[in-house]
């Protein structure tokens, strides 16, 4: 069983600070995808890094995937409230179904 | 933009009823899934669903649950008889290819079990 840990597990800080999540795993992924989900809806994807040491810049947000394609975090910088949410990474391998980590839950103070 | 939809948004039933999950995927979309996620846990894989039939599906995926495409735009979860611990967040998620494809997911349905 492929299993992903995400730490931490609950992040509080205030407006214009940085932070970084990471999502670990002993399982080698062909990708690595990242989701935020707010309440009552569903995941919307951020994005997927493929290639082992890959990094992936969206507006504030970078995402790095590890070298040995087992792990992967996500850095924010100087965080908004609207940045509050929950951040997951889900991984894929081959041609099996995706799995989630337990996410992180952001929460940006103004 | 396309997007997945799903009803009904939250769903109340008695231990023991019959549900019936419903779902229209993204239109050229091939690949389809439910995931469910219980309170404050993760988002759990229950089934995948390509060229009109189970792909793959995991262990939470009893007897109880049946999908099905009636059919072009449909995509339905069954639960023949819930049970409490069946409670969840129920989402619906379609895909354009397999390996490495991103998920689109609905907003899910609530599941409440009485």
């Known amino acids: 069983t492929q299993l992903l840990e995400q730490s931490p597990q609950f992040l509080s800080i205030q407006e214009g600070e940085n932070l970084t999540v990471y999502c670990n795993s002993s399982?080698?992924?062909?990708?690595l995808q990242w989701y935020r989900q707010e309440p009552g809806e569903g995941p919307v994807l951020l994005v997927t890094?493929?290639?082992?040491?890959e990094v992936k810049k969206l507006k504030r947000l970078t995402f790095q995937f590890g070298d040995a394609r087992k792990d992967s975090s996500l850095h924010i910088t100087a965080a908004q409230p609207g940045d509050t949410g929950l951040y997951l990474c889900?991984?894929?391998?081959?041609?099996?179904?995706?799995?989630f980590g337990k996410g992180t839950r952001l929460s940006v103070i103004a | 933009e396309p997007e997945v939809t799903q009803t009904p948004s939250h769903q109340v039933t008695q231990m023991g009823q019959e549900v019936i999950l419903r779902c229209v995927p993204i239109?050229?979309?091939?690949?389809f899934y439910w995931y469910r996620q219980i309170l404050g846990q993760k988002v759990e894989f229950l089934v995948s669903?390509?060229?009109?039939?189970?792909?793959?599906k995991s262990e939470i995926f009893d007897d109880q649950f049946s999908v099905e495409r009636p059919d072009g735009s449909n995509f339905t979860l069954k639960i023949r008889s819930t049970k409490l611990e069946d409670s969840a967040m129920y989402f619906c998620?379609?895909?354009?290819?397999?390996?490495?494809?991103?998920?689109?997911f609905g907003n899910g349905t609530r599941l409440t079990v009485t």
């Open positions: 998620a379609s895909s354009a290819g397999l390996r490495n494809s991103p998920l689109h």
């Open positions: 399982s080698v992924f062909s990708s």
């Open positions: 890094v493929v290639t082992g040491g």
């Open positions: 889900a991984g894929c391998s081959g041609n099996t179904p995706l799995v």
């Open positions: 239109s050229n979309h091939l690949y």
């Open positions: 669903f390509y060229n009109n039939e189970i792909s793959e």
